[in-house]
């Protein structure tokens, strides 16, 4: 097995609303904002190369929107999936496997793109099979009022159309063991209904993509839960939680979401679980 930071882009999102309740004189030390309240983000994605399958996790905003709509994320830089990809040698079409998260716009929508003439849509990986899970699918079809602007039909329905689409299953606590996909699952409702957390047993370590159960390393506190988040009392719990098996068992924590932080690992402190290394994910990766 060999896995590969893959960047989708990089954006910018208002700092209070990736903090909620926390003030912004506690969270600038670790996320500093510009003169319009803006921190850095990014959309960093993972490739799993495992035997004849090319496993990518996430896959960020795409470009098939609006210049309005990417206005309001101010996106900089020039990283691409594509681009990213192609540093590694792999193009889309090699993609065995899409696993998605969750469906919020900045996690699948590099999945689909407009078709030829821009009629309509269709899969950005053809060859891929689609991962959700049915609980969470349904959450995104029938959009709650709060998180219907973050699920965007166009990103969500062309992957069930086009017959690529396949549900994982769904455990009866919180960790689903040795998925369709190889790795083991951690199921988190707090930002949104059964977001997916996935465990990858690599060389030894355990590698967590953390998507926006920890967005960047400044979220570590347990009160610090993003204002998108739909049950932040259940986040609280949730993060609890897993930081502590986290610290516990030593493992590597791979951040979406964190432009500056690639991985990082935690340990126990008489504050609570908090940061203990910052690594590159090209020194745990090779």
């Not at 839960?225 to 897993?242: I, N, Q, S, W």
Request: aromatic share 12%; hydrophobic share 35%; net charge negative.
């Amino acid at each position: 097995m060999t896995l590969y930071p893959i960047n989708a882009g990089n954006f910018k999102l208002d700092g209070g609303a990736m903090f909620g309740v926390v003030p912004r004189t506690l969270w600038q030390r670790t996320n500093p904002a510009d003169a319009n309240n803006m921190i850095d983000l990014t959309a960093r994605c993972l490739l799993i190369e495992d035997g004849n399958r090319l496993i990518l996790i996430d896959n960020g905003m795409g470009n098939k929107q609006s210049e309005k709509f990417f206005g309001y994320y101010h996106l900089w830089g020039d990283a691409s999936l594509e681009s990213s990809l192609k540093k590694y040698g792999f193009h889309k079409d090699d993609i065995t496997d899409v696993f998605l998260t969750h469906l919020h716009f900045d996690h699948c929508g590099g999945g689909i793109e407009w078709n030829k003439d821009k009629t309509g849509y269709q899969p950005a990986f053809k060859n891929a099979t689609f991962w959700s899970n049915k609980e969470h699918w349904q959450w995104a079809t029938q959009p709650n009022r709060r998180e219907r602007a973050s699920f965007l039909k166009e990103n969500i329905l062309p992957m069930e159309e086009s017959g690529q689409l396949k549900f994982t299953a769904i455990p009866n606590n919180a960790i689903l063991k040795n998925s369709e996909l190889g790795f083991d699952i951690f199921f988190a409702d707090g930002h949104t209904d059964k977001q997916m957390i996935p465990m990858i047993n690599y060389k030894g370590k355990t590698i967590c993509f953390m998507a926006d159960l920890l967005p960047t390393a400044g979220h570590l506190p347990l009160p610090y839960v993003m204002g998108y988040d739909t049950r932040p009392l259940l986040t609280l719990d949730e993060k609890e939680k897993f930081l502590n098996l986290a610290a516990e068992n030593a493992y590597y924590l791979f951040l979406e979401h964190d432009a500056h932080n690639e991985i990082i690992t935690v340990k126990k402190t008489e504050k609570g679980v908090r940061l203990k290394d910052i690594h590159s994910a090209q020194d745990i990766f090779n």
